[in-house]
C-alpha cells in the first residue's frame, strides 16, 4: 500500500479560480491537523486559509511532504513550478502529486529527490504488485460507499461515516482508493492504477483482518453502471467483501455524466443490483442508507425526498452536507452490535 | 493491439505429459495452416502431430514466429530451453511466450533478439496503454462468449462460433483477449493485463466499427460471480457492446472453481445478471445461446439435459466437442438478418 510522510505543506502554485484548489480544500477539511500550511507561486491568487509557510519554514515544523494541492492544465507539470519543486526538496520534503503526468517522468526531479533522500509519490499511479483475489472471509467490519456514477460524494460520504461512527464511540477507519483520499489518509491504493486481473486482490490488501468490532469505511470508484469504469467498481467491491454498502446519488442526474447514453437506473434497481454483486463475495451484503448530494434541491425539496425515498427504501437517506449521516452510522453500529 | 508474425514453429522443449502442451495443440487445431511444424529438446517425451523441423528449416519455409507452446514449471523460462531460443532467433524468428515470467526479462535473450531484428512477445503482459471507454456506439454485430466460471469453454466456443458463421457465409472475426486466443488470432489484446481504468477501452479498441453485417466473435474473460476475476468480466462486457452473448457452462460445477464459497447462480439468474450487465451499453442485449462444456455427461444424460435446458431457457443449448453450435450461429444470423 502507498503510504505518505505527514504532515503537510499544500502547494498552490499560481492557481486563480477556487475551484482548482479542490485537493488542497478537501485536505484541509478532512486532515487538518495534518496541514502545517500553504505555499504558492507570487502570482497565485488564492489561500485556503492556512498560514502561509515557506518549504524551510514547513521543515522546521516538522512537514514531511509539499502535496501539489491543484489540478494543472493538462494534468502535466508547469515548468514555473519547478523551482519550488526543487526548494521543497532541498528542505527535506517528499513531493506528492495526483498528476497525470509522474513526477517520476521529469529526470531533474527524480535525481535531486535522491541526492536529498527523499520521495516523489505519485498517488496516481500504482508500480506495486498485488496478488489475485482469494475471496477469504477475513475478520472485522466493512462499509463500502457505491455510486449510481462517478464524482457525486462516495469519497465524502466514507469520510464523513468514519468521522461518525469515531463520535459515537466505535473503531473505523478510512480506507481511501482515490487519489484525494490518498492524500488525505496518508495511505491507500489508487485502485483504478491496478492491473485489471488483480482489482479484487488489492481490495483485499487495503482492507485487511482486523478487530472484530472495528470497521473499515472503504470509498468506492466508479459504478456498476458506468460504460467506462464498471469494473474497476465491480472488483473493487468483490474485494472489500462489505457486510453493508451506502448508495450515493445525485438526484439531478438522469444518465451518467459524458455518458448521455447511459442511463441511471431507479434507486431500488441499483440497491438490488450492488446488493446481488456484493453477495458474490458477503452473503450477508445489504444496502443501510442512502447518501444524497442535495445539492440541486432547496431545503423544502430535500425534506420531501428524503421523507419519501426512506419510506420507499426502508433504510435512512441523507445528505452529510445537510444534516450528516449519523443515522447510518447508527445502522452500522446495530450491524456491528448483532456480529 | 498485439500483433504476431505467423505462420508458427511450435517449441514443445522438454515437455513429458500431453496436458502440458495444451497451447500447442490449440493451435494446431485452431490455426492448422499457421502452422509449419514443431520443435524440441531430445528429452521431450511428446508431439502434437505436425512434422519436426529445426528452427532454420521453419525459417525457410516462411515461419515468422517459435511460440513456446507448452507450460513451464512456475510460468517461468527453464534454462535448458535458451540454447534453442537463441538458435531461433539467430533463424531469424520472433519468440511468442505466454509464460508469467517475460522473455524480456532475459537480458541475453534481449541482446540476441535487437542484434538480430526480431522480436520478443510476451502475450500475457501489456505494455500499451488504452484510452477509457467511450460508450458510443459502433457499427458491425458482435456476439461475446461469457460464462459461469473459468475455464469452460469461453474461447472454444468463440473459435467454434467463428468458424461456423465463415462456414454459413457470414463475415466473421474472432477477438482474442487471453494468451492463448491471441496466439490462434495472431492478434489480440491480453484483456486481464491492461490498467482497471482502461479495460472497456481496451475492449473498444479490440473490437473497432466494422461492416454493418460483419460478426466480432469476442472471447470471454472469468465470470461476473467470480470472487478475483468479475471486474474483468464486467470491464470487457461492456467495451464489447454485445449484441448477443453466449453463456458457457459446465453443469458438474456448483461452486467457482477454487473458490468453494462462491455458488454459481442457476441458468436463467446468470443470464438475467449478464443481460442487466450487457445493457449498461447497447439496450438491445439478449441471451442467443448456452454452450455446455458437457464432459461429465452420458450421451443419453447429455440428450436430457440439453433438450430440458433448452426448453427451460427458450435459446439452442450446444456443447461445441458434441454436434457442434450450428444452431446458435444461426440464431445470431437471425439478429443480423433483423438488423
Same mark, same amino acid.
Request: aromatic share 6%.
Given at each position: 500500500?502507498?503510504?505518505?510522510?505527514?504532515?503537510?505543506?499544500?502547494?498552490?502554485?499560481?492557481?486563480?479560480?477556487?475551484?482548482?484548489?479542490?485537493?488542497?480544500?478537501?485536505? %484541509?477539511?478532512?486532515?487538518? *491537523?495534518?496541514?502545517? &500550511?500553504?505555499? =504558492? +507561486?507570487?502570482?497565485?491568487?488564492? @489561500? !485556503? $486559509?492556512?498560514?502561509? %509557510?515557506?518549504?524551510?519554514? *514547513?521543515?522546521?515544523? &516538522?512537514?514531511? =511532504? +509539499?502535496?501539489?494541492?491543484?489540478? @494543472? !492544465? $493538462?494534468?502535466?507539470?508547469?515548468?514555473?513550478?519547478?523551482?519550488?519543486?526543487?526548494?521543497?526538496?532541498?528542505?527535506?520534503?517528499?513531493?506528492? @502529486?495526483?498528476?497525470?503526468?509522474?513526477?517520476?517522468?521529469?529526470?531533474?526531479?527524480?535525481?535531486?529527490?535522491?541526492?536529498?533522500?527523499?520521495?516523489?509519490?505519485?498517488?496516481?499511479?500504482?508500480?506495486?504488485?498485488?496478488?489475485?483475489?482469494?475471496?477469504?472471509?477475513?475478520?472485522?467490519?466493512?462499509?463500502?460507499?457505491?455510486?449510481?456514477?462517478?464524482?457525486?460524494?462516495?469519497?465524502?460520504?466514507?469520510?464523513?461515516?468514519?468521522?461518525?461512527?469515531?463520535?459515537?464511540?466505535?473503531?473505523?477507519?478510512?480506507?481511501?482508493?482515490?487519489?484525494?483520499?490518498?492524500?488525505?489518509?496518508?495511505?491507500?491504493?489508487?485502485?483504478?492504477?491496478?492491473?485489471?486481473?488483480?482489482?479484487a486482490g488489492a481490495a483485499e490488501v487495503l482492507s485487511p483482518a482486523n478487530d472484530a468490532d472495528?470497521?473499515?469505511?472503504?470509498?468506492?470508484?466508479?459504478?456498476?453502471?458506468?460504460?467506462?469504469?464498471?469494473?474497476?467498481?465491480?472488483?473493487?467491491?468483490?474485494?472489500?467483501?462489505?457486510?453493508?454498502?451506502?448508495?450515493?446519488?445525485?438526484?439531478?442526474?438522469?444518465?451518467?455524466?459524458?455518458?448521455?447514453?447511459?442511463?441511471?437506473?431507479?434507486?431500488?434497481?441499483?440497491?438490488?443490483?450492488?446488493?446481488?454483486?456484493?453477495?458474490?463475495?458477503?452473503?450477508?451484503?445489504?444496502?443501510?442508507?442512502?447518501?444524497?448530494?442535495?445539492?440541486?434541491?432547496?431545503?423544502?425539496?430535500?425534506?420531501?425526498?428524503?421523507?419519501?425515498?426512506?419510506?420507499?427504501?426502508?433504510?435512512?437517506?441523507?445528505?452529510?452536507?445537510?444534516?450528516?449521516?449519523?443515522?447510518?452510522?447508527?445502522?452500522?453500529?446495530?450491524?456491528?452490535?448483532?456480529?
Amino acid at each position: 500500500m502507498l503510504r505518505l510522510r505527514k504532515p503537510y505543506l499544500l502547494y498552490l502554485g499560481d492557481a486563480q479560480m477556487p475551484t482548482d484548489a479542490k485537493t488542497a480544500c478537501g485536505l %484541509r477539511d478532512w486532515c487538518p *491537523a495534518d496541514v502545517v &500550511g500553504e505555499w =504558492s +507561486l507570487p502570482s497565485c491568487a488564492l @489561500s !485556503v $486559509g492556512v498560514p502561509r %509557510r515557506s518549504p524551510e519554514e *514547513a521543515a522546521a515544523l &516538522g512537514a514531511g =511532504s +509539499l502535496v501539489i494541492g491543484i489540478a @494543472s !492544465v $493538462g494534468g502535466t507539470l508547469p515548468p514555473q513550478w519547478l523551482p519550488d519543486l526543487h526548494r521543497a526538496i532541498d528542505a527535506g520534503l517528499d513531493i506528492v @502529486s495526483g498528476m497525470h503526468t509522474r513526477l517520476t517522468s521529469f529526470p531533474e526531479l527524480v535525481e535531486a529527490s535522491s541526492a536529498r533522500g527523499v520521495s516523489l509519490q505519485d498517488v496516481r499511479h500504482s508500480d506495486r504488485r498485488f496478488p489475485a483475489g482469494t475471496g477469504r472471509k477475513r475478520s472485522g467490519l466493512r462499509v463500502a460507499t457505491v455510486g449510481t456514477d462517478c464524482a457525486l460524494g462516495k469519497k465524502y460520504t466514507a469520510l464523513a461515516l468514519t468521522r461518525e461512527l469515531t463520535a459515537l464511540g466505535a473503531k473505523a477507519t478510512f480506507r481511501a482508493t482515490g487519489q484525494t483520499g490518498i492524500m488525505i489518509a496518508g495511505e491507500g491504493i489508487a485502485i483504478d492504477a491496478v492491473v485489471a486481473d488483480f482489482i479484487a486482490g488489492a481490495a483485499e490488501v487495503l482492507s485487511p483482518a482486523n478487530d472484530a468490532d472495528h470497521w473499515d469505511v472503504i470509498e468506492g470508484q466508479g459504478a456498476l453502471f458506468h460504460p467506462a469504469y464498471a469494473g474497476v467498481t465491480l472488483g473493487l467491491l468483490h474485494g472489500s467483501q462489505p457486510d453493508a454498502f451506502v448508495l450515493c446519488h445525485d438526484p439531478s442526474r438522469v444518465t451518467i455524466e459524458m455518458f448521455p447514453d447511459a442511463t441511471i437506473p431507479t434507486l431500488p434497481d441499483a440497491i438490488a443490483q450492488y446488493t446481488t454483486a456484493a453477495r458474490v463475495t458477503n452473503r450477508a451484503a445489504r444496502c443501510v442508507g442512502v447518501s444524497i448530494n442535495s445539492s440541486s434541491l432547496s431545503d423544502d425539496a430535500w425534506a420531501a425526498y428524503a421523507r419519501e425515498t426512506a419510506a420507499e427504501l426502508g433504510v435512512p437517506v441523507c445528505d452529510p452536507m445537510r444534516g450528516g449521516v449519523a443515522p447510518i452510522a447508527e445502522a452500522l453500529l446495530e450491524i456491528g452490535g448483532r456480529s
